[in-house]
T-cell receptor, first 117, second 112 residues
Framework: GAVVSQHPSRVICKSGTSVKIECRSLDFQATTMFWYRQFPKQSLMLMATSNEGSKATYEQGVEKDKFLINHASLTLSTLTVTSAHPEDSSFYIC?????????????FGPGTRLLVL | DAKTTQPPSMDCAEGRAANLPCNHSTISGNEYVYWYRQIHSQGPQYIIHGLKNNETNEMASLIITEDRKSSTLILPHATLRDTAVYYCIVRGPSGGYQKVTFGIGTKLQVIP
């Protein structure tokens, strides 16, 4: 299957700083990427949809000015958590869509664990 | 996307087949059934998908009922590494914006 990578895999930062997470599709081009957040013992929650060359679409309740998304190329999307606070500590996962024929399948990255002190 | 219903947890003996059910009674004619799994502290892993025919790959088999209102994911010989949360998702075919909404899934525990 297609491979999606994320960097970094783990990050610890101080409260008030910004953290950038990269999501890359390694062997395919993805016009659409998705960003999820997962708190302990909960399911994945979709944060936003990232479209190459256009603004991201955010889910209800997700602050677009706090979670900045940039999808500058067909293989790279970035999520920047601005002015991070301890409540932003979570597991952030991206996914990228690969279309083969008429069917599009989402492949997920390994996730980035963010801890804000 | 249609809603899915899965049992919250299941146990399976190592080496035996694991049969994970999913109900999707409101599925539309052009919606596919996808299965993913998430092993602890990792991103979800794609397993298999199907429209109406049964599907098999190196990981699992997917059995979809004739009326398409339910499906079963089969892991033919479960190993301890198959312990994970399994998600059944229904979504439309390709075409731009196709977000995936995750439910709570089924937590499969493979027992030695």
């Amino acid at each position: 299957g297609a491979v999606v990578s994320q960097h970094p895999s783990r990050v610890i930062c101080k409260s008030g700083t910004s953290v950038k997470i990269e999501c890359r599709s390694l062997d395919f081009q993805a016009t659409t990427m998705f960003w999820y957040r997962q708190f302990p013992k909960q399911s994945l929650m979709l944060m936003a949809t990232s479209n190459e060359g256009s603004k991201a679409t955010y889910e209800q309740g997700v602050e677009k000015d706090k979670f900045l998304i940039n999808h500058a190329s067909l293989t790279l999307s970035t999520l920047t958590v601005t002015s991070a606070h301890p409540e932003d500590s979570s597991f952030y996962i991206c996914s990228a869509s690969e279309g083969r024929g008429l069917v599009e399948t989402q492949y997920f990255g390994p996730g980035t664990r963010l801890l804000v002190l | 996307d249609a809603k899915t219903t899965q049992p919250p947890s299941m146990d399976c003996a190592e080496g035996r087949a694991a049969n994970l059910p999913c109900n999707h009674s409101t599925i539309s004619g052009n919606e596919y059934v996808y299965w993913y799994r998430q092993i602890h502290s990792q991103g979800p892993q794609y397993i298999i998908h199907g429209l109406k025919n049964n599907e098999t790959n190196e990981m699992a088999s997917l059995i979809i009922t004739e009326d398409r209102k339910s499906s079963t994911l089969i892991l033919p010989h479960a190993t301890l590494r198959d312990t994970a949360v399994y998600y059944c998702i229904v979504r439309g075919p390709s075409g731009g914006y196709q977000k995936v909404t995750f439910g709570i899934g089924t937590k499969l525990q493979v027992i030695p």
